[in-house]
């Protein structure tokens, strides 16, 4: 039946291709696949045999049309990425979001996903996140990324390519100070390990490169500030007056104390004087 099936691949164990999604890879009629080098491989392992059409990062738009109207003309294809889900730091967004636009099914064929598995392994707050994906290799653009999260109190998630972890590390370290980070590698592989340990520390250890391995980086996020906590105006006065014991103004106290507590600061100021 036409339609699109996102299918999910493994990320390094072939264990992890599930009988559905064999299934559909041997059902389909074609598959639109990141390159069909590394697909062919995983085809020739499940035995299976069909025609593929390259879908890469540069090739979106022309072989994104093409699919299209493959599937208009009543074929189902099945896309796939070189390992994990498309469409996570993967082609497959503009597909998706294309066949939404022309009323085509889209169905889900999930597998491993590296920074849900990495997440799930790191034993850093799992309960709300942000997936930041891959920083830019540009370094004004990087900056900004950093700069961006420097409040964040969610756990972040980054991709990250081995030859550039030395430069992220020493660059989250100026940004975060010392924080939690785990460093999960070869995932579903051999030498697969959680690596928990501070920023201070990974640049201490692996600040000169040589960690090898696809990984994925988890920060803990921001601690919670003391505006977030349960403060009340006299929290905030005695905040201030101890800033004014150790030799601060009365005016710059009741400043401080409102930038860290969210009360306003003539309010501070006034029960100060
Ligand atoms: N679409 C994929 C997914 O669902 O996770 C991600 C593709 S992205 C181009 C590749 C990045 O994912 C790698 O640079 C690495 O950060 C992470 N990754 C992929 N496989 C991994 C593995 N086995 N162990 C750790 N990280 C992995």
Redesign the pocket.
């Known amino acids: 039946m036409s339609k699109l099936y996102v299918v999910?691949t493994p990320?390094?164990n072939l264990e992890d291709f599930s009988p559905r999604a064999v299934r559909i890879l041997s059902e389909c009629d074609f598959i639109a696949a990141e390159d069909t080098r590394v697909t062919l491989k995983l085809l020739n392992h499940f035995g299976i045999k069909k025609p593929m059409v390259s879908y890469f990062e540069h090739n979106i738009r022309e072989s994104g049309e093409k699919v299209i109207a493959e599937i208009l003309s009543g074929k189902s294809c099945a896309l796939v990425?070189?390992?994990?889900?498309?469409?996570?730091?993967?082609p497959g967004e503009d597909l998706v979001r294309q066949c939404h636009e022309k009323g085509i099914a889209v169905e889900s064929v999930p597998g491993?996903?590296?920074?849900?598995?990495?997440l799930a392994l790191s034993g850093i707050p799992s309960g709300r996140f942000t997936f930041e994906?891959?920083l830019s290799v540009n370094k004004p653009g990087r900056a900004q990324h950093l700069d961006s999260l420097r409040n964040e109190a969610r756990t972040m998630i980054?991709?990250?390519?081995p030859h550039k972890l030395a430069a992220t590390l020493k660059d989250m370290n100026k940004v975060f100070g010392n924080r939690e980070i785990a460093i999960?590698?070869?995932?579903?592989?051999i030498h697969?390990q959680v690596i928990k340990t501070t920023l201070d520390e990974a640049v201490r250890l692996y600040g000169d490169g040589g960690l090898k391995?696809?990984?994925?980086l988890i920060l803990k996020g921001k601690e919670e500030s003391l505006a977030e906590e349960e403060l009340t105006l006299e929290d905030a006065i005695e905040l201030a007056k101890k800033s004014i014991e150790s030799g601060m103004s009365t005016s710059e106290a009741a400043k401080n104390a409102a930038k860290l507590t969210g009360f306003k600061k003539g309010d501070i100021y006034k029960s100060l004087l």
């Open positions: 999910g990320i390094g990425t070189d390992a994990g889900m498309p469409a996570i730091s993967d491993p996903c590296a920074f849900a598995t990495a994906g891959f980054f991709y990250e390519a999960v590698r070869e995932l579903t592989k697969e391995g696809e990984m994925v």
